[in-house]
């Protein structure tokens, strides 16, 4: 069986076993425990992330302490501070494991070495960027748009399985409303 990262690339770009080699050895693994943070405000976040297994957040907390979640990070997915990452700047988010995590990471300066190298793979992110433009914009179009029913309920019918992983309380943060507010659009 292929390789998970080698499937999840190849669902945009072919890749030889030799270029998948070669693409995998800028990558590190490493697990994390629940509630292990991967990238805290104020550092450079020096690494993108591919989750091969459990789940991950990224938050921001207001000035009056309340948590904000801006993404959650399943099987398949990239997660980072963007903005610290390309910028390499101080992190305005933390990324937090909400399980025990397994992932593979790659540094900024890997990364710039691949692509550099391998065209293919410069590609490949480019293509990752624009669904998460996409995904970003969608998001932002429905916290404008719709009532927190319909958020809910998009965020259901998307992903059933993040409901059954992650604290209620993340997903009222990641809505926008309160527990209590997410209890009664829960029944």
């Not at 999840?8 to 994390?32: A, C, P, Y």
């Not at 943070?37 to 591919?50: F, G, P, R, T």
């Not at 890997?110 to 990752?128: D, G, I, P, V, Y």
Request: proline content about 2%.
């Amino acid at each position: 069986m292929p390789h998970p990262l080698r499937q999840h690339i190849e669902k945009i770009i072919s890749l030889t076993d030799e270029e998948f080699d070669f693409v995998l050895s800028h990558f590190e693994q490493i697990k994390k425990r629940k509630h292990q943070h991967i990238l805290q405000k104020d550092e450079i976040a020096n690494k993108e992330y591919w989750i091969i297994s459990g789940c991950l957040k990224s938050s921001f907390f207001d000035n009056d302490g309340k948590e904000h979640i801006l993404q959650f990070g399943m099987e398949n997915w990239w997660i980072t501070d963007y903005d610290s990452f390309i910028n390499q700047s101080k992190s305005k988010i933390y990324i937090d494991c909400i399980e025990d995590s397994e992932l593979l990471y790659i540094t900024y300066e890997n990364r710039e070495k691949l692509t550099s190298k391998m065209h293919k793979m410069e590609r490949f992110w480019a293509k990752k960027s624009k669904y998460g433009r996409i995904a970003l914009q969608n998001r932002i179009l429905s916290l404008l748009k719709n009532s927190s029913k319909e958020r809910y309920e998009l965020l259901l019918e998307q992903y059933p399985k993040l409901f059954q992983r992650v604290p209620k309380k993340l997903i009222a943060a990641y809505l926008g409303v309160s527990r209590e507010t997410l209890s009664r659009l829960n029944s």
